[in-house]
């Protein structure tokens, strides 16, 4: 595989940090338009917008007197939160719920709902059940197979385990995921 055709496949199953990062932008520009504005306004003499830049750096300067405890420390949590947030996105990495079909021609990405929605028929098909009683759930690493049997017919967790694997590995997907198969303990009347 070209190293052009991995940057394509990356790109498209990671999500970006754009967003994130246009939100601080938009932050940083905003108070530094309104420092600008309040420093123009005490230039002029004219009287401050909403808080003098110099009282403001003051009153910083003498944290925490003049501030009740318990917002210093809401304030504190939510600035800490907030950094949380955006140290958060710049470390993790951004999975889209999207995975990798290895083709030496082309570059192939696929939905998870898509592959959720091809592993819930073979499952179906395999059990011999409608499609409101299989639900499937796809992710980075597991598939998980929930099938709600018909009432007094007993099916074979085995057998729509391999079902579902033999699915998987036609399908070739990289990261293959692990597959897990649950039935319901209770069952649905009648079909």
Known sequence: MSRLTERILT???H???APLS???AILITVLAVYGLLEAILRAVGQPPWLIDPLTAADRLSRL???ISPVLLGAIGVLLFLLGLVFLGHAVLPGRRARHTIADPRV???VDDEVIASALAR???LAAGVTREQVMVV????TVQVNVRPTSGIRLSESHILAAVEAELADMALEPA???TVKLSGTGVIGV
């Open 122 to 124: 073979r499952a179906r």
């Open 22 to 24: 246009v939100v601080a």
């Open 177 to 179: 995921p692990e597959v």
């Open 15 to 17: 999500s970006s940090r």
């Open 138 to 141: 796809v992710s980075a690493r």
């Open 64 to 66: 925490p007197d003049g």
């Open 11 to 13: 790109r498209e199953s």
């Open 107 to 109: 570059a192939i990405v």
